[in-house]
């Protein structure tokens, strides 16, 4: 059984940084799409960065390119998104999804794409 556990949300000041660890059991991503999606209250769910787990290829939404980051561990069967200069707007739930594979280039922010998700961690950034 596919399991993606997030981990890492909080609360945090504007301007300060957090980690986001997504570990995936039951499932090697290491040749899938990987991504984290992001949904405030009473926004359509936001793709905020993907990653092509065999080649690296990311991809970011333009409101947090330069300021989040998506990596891997696939020694650890882990992907993590590092969040810096965060603003209020960030505040969301954040997801973590596992989708199909795409043989280059990068993976697609979109939602219908992924096929596991977890369930999700609260980010609140606070001015």
């Not at 300021?67 to 973590?96: G, H, W």
Request: glycine content about 12%; hydrophobic content about 30%.
């Amino acid at each position: 059984q596919v399991q993606l556990v997030e981990s890492g949300g909080g609360s945090v000041q504007a301007g300060g940084s957090l980690r986001l660890s997504c570990a995936a059991s039951g499932y090697t991503f290491v040749s899938h799409c990987m991504g984290w999606f992001r949904q405030a209250p009473g926004k359509e769910r936001e793709g905020v960065a993907t990653i092509n787990t065999p080649s690296g290829s990311t991809y970011y939404a333009d409101s947090v390119k330069g300021r989040f980051t998506i990596s891997q561990d696939n020694a650890k069967n882990t992907v993590y998104l590092q969040m810096n200069s965060l603003k209020p707007e960030d505040t969301a739930m954040y997801y973590c999804a596992a989708g199909r594979t795409v043989l280059f280039g990068t993976c697609p922010p979109h939602f219908s794409f992924y096929n596991y998700w977890g369930q999700g961690t609260q980010v609140t950034i606070s001015s």
